[in-house]
């Protein structure tokens, strides 16, 4: 099992900037990649971005490209997500992310295996 608890979250105006936080503890070693998503009110959950455990491979989606930034720590065993210029249609609840073992795509939710408890993110116009 795997524990994530996502930190961050909170009110900013466009253009500006939040770094949100997700500490993994339990048996971190068995997860190859660790990402983000984020659901906004009446919508899907939809891919952030992603962290390949092996070779630090990022990837992003296009909406955030450029703006969004993640990173790891991992003697701490933490991954940030760093969002820059951000705008009202980045306002949803982000949720943290972990994969099984042995997992290529990154991309799509059903890759993922252990969630967090998501945390706001409000940008207001």
């Known amino acids: 099992q795997v524990q994530l608890v996502e930190s961050g979250g909170g009110l900013v105006q466009a253009g500006g900037s939040l770094r949100l936080s997700c500490a993994a503890s339990g048996r971190t070693f068995s997860s190859s990649a660790m990402g983000w998503f984020r659901q906004a009110p009446g919508k899907e959950r939809e891919f952030v971005t992603a962290i390949k455990r092996s070779d630090g491979s990022t990837y992003y989606a296009d909406s955030v490209k450029g703006r969004f930034t993640i990173s790891s720590d991992n003697a701490k065993n933490t991954v940030y997500l760093q969002m820059n210029s951000l705008k009202p249609e980045d306002t949803a609840v982000y949720y943290c992310?972990?994969?099984?073992?042995?997992?290529?795509?990154?991309?799509?939710?059903?890759?993922?295996?252990?969630w967090g408890q998501g945390t706001q993110v409000t940008v207001s116009s």
């Open positions: 992310a972990a994969t099984g073992p042995f997992i290529a795509v990154v991309t799509t939710p059903r890759a993922y295996r252990y």
